[in-house]
């Protein structure tokens, strides 16, 4: 989920669990999301994208499901490894060929051995 | 291909001066676009250069500019620093083709610090 102040909210999972890492977006006119890891001391990483007119896609590892209706996206990673532990966040953005994402403020996931 | 990168990786000011980052986007993609990262506000857009010019703009005080030269090379400049300018700054690239969904890849970022 989004987090208020300085804190991220966190994950904490064993290694082997399923993770699902929540975003709640803002604007409804969105049509474009991405989820992103970034990990501590490097810039975000491209892990999965969505267009609005789907609810679902999947990739290696990893499954993006979008609620147009709520305004929610989710990120799930299947048999999360330690290597995953990073904050991972969302974004949304509104298209008509501009490319201004607006990003949450992230999520910090623990994977414990 | 090389990924993007960014010069310098680490920086410190103090107040009132100025500072120039500059972002080399992967070979070929000819948006280059600059954002902030603090741990107050996450990550918030700057603007973004296509083919050397800036075609959007994010929320920020004119002492922020950028540019972007022929070779899709970018530089962003900070005028006269501020304590609440410290901050990760990272540039991202993208090969923009017909929709604009085309997918963002980031630089390691250059962490400035204002003493």
């Known amino acids: 989920g989004e987090s208020v102040g300085l804190h991220l909210p966190t994950l904490s999972v064993q290694e082997g669990d399923n993770s699902i890492i929540n975003c709640a977006y803002s604007n409804s006119a969105s049509d474009y999301f991405i989820w992103y890891k970034q990990e501590s001391g490097k810039g975000p990483q491209f892990i999965i994208d969505?267009?609005?007119?789907?609810d679902k896609r999947q990739g290696q590892r990893v499954t993006v499901l979008l609620n147009k209706t709520v305004k929610h996206l989710s990120l799930q990673i299947a048999a999360t490894q330690p290597g995953d532990s990073a904050v991972y966040f969302c974004?949304?953005?509104?298209?008509?060929?501009?490319?201004?994402?607006?990003f949450g403020r992230g999520t910090s996931l623990i994977v414990h051995p | 291909k090389a990924g993007v990168t960014q010069t310098p990786r680490y920086l410190i000011k103090t107040r009132g001066q100025q500072v120039t980052l500059s972002c080399s986007p992967i070979s070929g993609h000819r948006s280059v676009s600059w954002y902030q990262q603090t741990p107050g506000q996450g990550l918030q857009f700057l603007f973004e250069y296509f083919s050397e010019t800036q075609r959007n703009k994010g929320n920020f005080p004119g002492r922020f500019s950028g540019r972007q030269f022929s070779n899709s090379r970018s530089e962003m400049n900070v005028s006269t620093l501020e304590l609440g300018d410290s901050a990760l700054y990272l540039c991202a690239s993208r090969n923009v083709g017909y929709e604009s969904t085309d997918t963002q890849y980031f630089g390691p970022g250059t962490r400035l610090t204002v003493l």
């Open positions: 969505i267009r609005s007119n789907m």
């Open positions: 974004a949304e953005n509104i298209g008509g060929g501009s490319y201004i994402p607006t």
